[in-house]
């Protein structure tokens, strides 16, 4: 979303064994001596693109990128079904962040994410807050079965004809019921083309919900090669069907656990997917927080938004 400096390659990295046999990717990029900061990606299930080591000056950061259990370069990859995905949960994943900065030799670090990142870093913050120095958020979520139940049924009202072919792609009995878990029960399935068709049909919904915002480009979601597919819709509908196993709320009634921190939220008033109400809520909850709502981006975000993503971590570098 944001890219400012040239492109550049780790200097460190490696697989974080967390003794239950998953194998976490990760990798440092930057400055050895710099300000430690954690990028943590969304989906959940996307991976951590190289692109995103260009948003963080290389002489002042110290930059740390992980592939969440089950996607991008983490083992076993979650397009694999016979992946256990009871080991990838919410705690796990915040387990893992804690134990790559236990094993990196970090005292506190910056957190940069956005959308279902931004969940991650907020519960990771709001259990460990003494570990973290700044949080930069663009596209702010919480994870609530209400924003999922907007996402994946609410929002369909403004794409009708896309959300019947997306409700199509579950059972006939299961249309009018929880359609993500529905998703999830196919995403589980022994049979390789309902899980393929299954996958295919909620990424051509995802493409669908930012395909009106100004850098909504054709394809975002389903230009993936077939096993990122897999693994991205498969993690998506574990989490969501589960509501990412946190209390309904329970980040932005907890928000006070992030008073002393300094955060920029960013978000874009176009985003359909994620309305900008989550992001307004939890700056009120968290008065450490500066909310700037980007009146020409979306989900995607807009030059607008990669500028002002850029001057937050170029100002909190100086901290």
């Known amino acids: ?30 400055n050895p001596d710099g300000k430690p900061a954690l990028v943590v990606h969304g989906g959940p299930g996307s991976g951590c693109s190289t692109n995103v080591r260009r948003t963080f000056d290389p002489a002042r950061y110290r930059i740390v990128l992980f592939d969440q259990r089950g996607c991008g370069r983490s083992t076993p990859h ?11 949960t919410t705690e796990h994943l915040l387990a893992d962040m804690e134990r ?14 956005g959308s279902w990142g931004s969940t991650l870093i907020l519960a990771y913050a709001e259990r460990h807050p003494e570990r973290v120095s700044e949080i930069v958020i663009p596209a702010v979520t919480t994870t609530r079965r209400s924003e999922v139940d907007w996402l994946y049924r609410g929002v369909g009202r403004f794409f009708p004809e896309e959300w019947d072919r997306f409700r199509a792609g579950v059972p006939e009995s299961e249309r009018d019921g929880d359609l993500v878990a529905a998703y999830a029960r196919l995403m589980e399935d022994p049979d390789p083309d309902v899980r393929a068709n299954a996958a ?3 990424m051509t919904w995802e493409d669908a919900v930012i395909s ?12 993936r090669p077939p096993a990122a597919t ?12 589960h509501g990412a196993w946190l209390e309904e709320g329970a980040l932005l009634r907890d928000a006070d656990r992030l008073a002393g921190i300094p955060g920029v939220l960013i978000h874009g008033r176009l985003d359909m997917g994620s309305p900008p109400h989550t992001a307004w809520q939890l700056s009120r909850a968290w008065p450490d927080a500066q909310l700037h709502v980007i009146t020409d981006s979306g989900h995607t975000g807009s030059d607008t938004m990669r500028d002002r993503i850029l001057d937050a971590i170029d100002r909190f570098a100086q901290q």
């Open 100 to 113: 790559l900065r236990e094993h990196l030799g970090i005292d506190r670090w910056l957190l940069y994410g």
């Open 230 to 241: 897999l693994a991205f819709v498969r993690i998506c509908t574990h989490y969501f069907s």
């Open 200 to 202: 295919n049909a909620w």
């Open 78 to 88: 979650a397009s694999d079904p016979a992946t256990d995905m009871s080991l990838n």
């Open 212 to 223: 009106l915002e100004p850098n909504g480009k054709p394809n975002a979601y389903s230009d």
């Open 1 to 30: 979303m944001a890219t400012s400096y040239p492109p550049i390659e780790p200097y460190d990295h490696g697989m974080l064994d967390t003794g239950d046999g998953n194998l976490v990717y990760w990798e440092v990029c930057g």
